[in-house]
């Protein structure tokens, strides 16, 4: 054994001679290297971030929430999203069935690093509002396979230490991969993830797979989005699928009605608004 260290040893020395470098050169070049592949993630997510989106949406949503026994559970939403510079506020009302109808949920989501997202749900059954809070965002969402932070506009950036892994293909299109993975054990609890995993689109900066594993590092659910085409000439993704593979349980979302850049009022956006809900134009 000592002697096949001794023996790797000697190779390293030896190529390091050959090109010129010292071994510790070939050192800081792999950390080097390392460095890039971690900024060159975080920049394909910015770009991700950055893609026009429009600046408001409407939208309907219908959700079909299938248990590993076959059941399913049916339900109609309307969501609105308005943007407001770098930030992005978003508020969706349950339209039916009668015992989730004109529950509520309302995000504001902030550009700024050092200010956290705000959210709330409103439960009219209790005719109260929960704020959710930081250590809340990994509680799944009325049942779905989707947590408070999945449902946000695009994840927190700065909660992640992202990693270009490479390139691969997905439904005939070629993508990033890029690794998310929580900067400290207090994120990696609220979030509910030890590791994301990204699939984005090169030629349109929209991700269209993603990867989840749990805070124990095994495998925990898939997301995979369908149907995406251009609308108002906007790249839209028009249904998505979410799958835990632990409890066997999935949430296919349908989203229909697209209308964008209508100068949606400010009013939308307010907890007042979520208390009264929808009703209609």
Not at 73 to 102: C, H, Q, W
Not at 159 to 181: C, M, P, Q
Request: glycine letters at 6%; proline letters at 2%.
């Amino acid at each position: 054994m000592n002697h096949q260290r001794f023996s790797h040893k000697k190779a390293m020395l030896l190529i390091c001679s050959m090109l010129w470098i010292t071994p510790a050169q070939a050192a800081n070049t792999v950390d080097s290297e390392q460095a890039t592949a971690q900024k060159t993630g975080l920049e394909i997510m910015k770009r991700v971030e950055a893609r026009d989106d429009g600046d408001d949406l409407i939208q309907k949503m219908k959700q079909r929430l299938m248990d590993k026994r076959g059941n399913v559970r049916e339900r109609e939403m309307i969501s609105f999203r308005k943007d407001y510079g770098l930030d992005s506020k978003t508020v969706s009302f349950f339209l039916s069935p009668a015992n989730v109808r004109d529950t509520a949920m309302l995000t504001w989501d902030y550009a700024d690093e050092a200010k956290d997202d705000d959210q709330w749900l409103y439960l009219p059954a209790l005719k109260k509002v929960r704020r959710i809070s930081s250590s809340d965002r990994g509680d799944y969402f009325m049942g779905t396979d989707f947590t408070f932070e999945d449902i946000k506009q695009t994840p927190e950036l700065s909660d992640y230490t992202w990693t270009l892994i490479g390139s691969d293909t997905v439904d005939g299109f070629d993508v990033w991969v890029v690794d998310a993975e929580p900067k400290t054990k207090e994120l990696k609890k609220d979030l509910g993830y030890s590791k994301v995993r990204y699939y984005v689109r090169k030629d349109i900066d929209m991700y269209i797979k993603v990867d989840f594993w749990d805070r124990k590092g095994k495998e925990l659910k898939h997301l995979v989005s369908t149907g995406i085409k251009l609308i108002d000439g906007i790249w839209t993704a028009t249904g998505g699928v979410m799958s835990n593979v632990q409890t066997k349980h999935k949430t296919e979302l349908v989203f229909s009605d697209h209308q964008y850049n209508t100068g949606l009022s400010d009013r939308l956006f307010t907890g007042r608004m979520i208390k009264r809900g929808y009703r209609g134009k």
